[in-house]
């Protein structure tokens, strides 16, 4: 079963990796970018019997900083 985790910040907590994009995109020429958050894509192709407590465990355990993360697991 192949599965991407999308980690991304929690509004709120400071972005220096999107800020350094933005500005790099403005000085590239690139006008009306308002905000850019830069954020983490897994992909795993895990067993079929996979239950959903153990691919939630690897997401809190690894994958992601809970206290400053987000992540949404996506089925593919």
Known sequence: MKLRI???LK???LDP???????ALDGLGFAGIN???AGKLFELDVAEGTDD???????????A???????R???A
């Open 6 to 8: 999308v980690v991304t």
């Open 11 to 13: 509004p709120g907590v």
């Open 17 to 23: 990796q999107g800020r350094a994009i933005h500005k």
């Open 35 to 37: 905000d850019v958050r």
């Open 53 to 63: 407590a153990a691919i939630d465990e690897m997401c809190r355990k690894l994958l």
């Open 65 to 71: 900083n809970t206290v400053i993360e987000n992540y």
């Open 73 to 75: 697991v996506e089925r």
